[in-house]
């Protein structure tokens, strides 16, 4: 497990899917975050990923209610005009080295980067890309 310092974090879809799934090391990691203070944040586009999945799910309304709880218990961080130059920049510079990264990715990125919150998340490959981000690997 990574630092536990941070004061605030910001929750990658890959972790909010893995703890509505009940993955013990993901919720037990969730929970050591919780004891430590750390604030718990995640973004509306990792929202809008989460509906959409409980949208095309075969239990809907069971995973639509997960989903709103789960999102009750998180500060969700918008996109801001600051956020969506940064994500803009990131792009640009990231596309100019052969580096793309999917859309929403970005836009998540820059909203933890600007809030100045770790990204936790199992997808490190190519958030680790983006200079300035602190990402942290969820077990």
Do not use: W
């Amino acid at each position: 497990m990574e630092s536990l310092e941070a004061s605030a974090v910001c929750l990658d879809t890959s972790v909010l899917v893995d703890n509505l799934r009940g993955r013990r090391e993901t919720v037990d990691y969730i929970r050591k975050l919780e004891a430590a203070g750390t604030g718990l944040s995640t973004t509306t586009i990792n929202s809008f990923e989460l509906f959409y999945g409980a949208y095309r799910s075969v239990r809907r309304e069971k995973n639509l209610a997960a989903t709103k709880a789960l999102l009750r218990r998180l500060v969700v961080a918008e996109l801001s005009e600051v956020a969506s130059e940064e994500a803009g920049k990131l792009l640009a510079m990231l596309e100019s080295k052969g580096e793309g990264i999917d859309f929403r990715d970005i836009l998540i990125a820059a909203i933890s980067k600007t809030q100045e919150m770790a990204l936790v998340t199992r997808d490190t490959e190519h958030f680790s890309r983006i200079p300035g981000l602190e990402v942290l690997e969820a077990p």
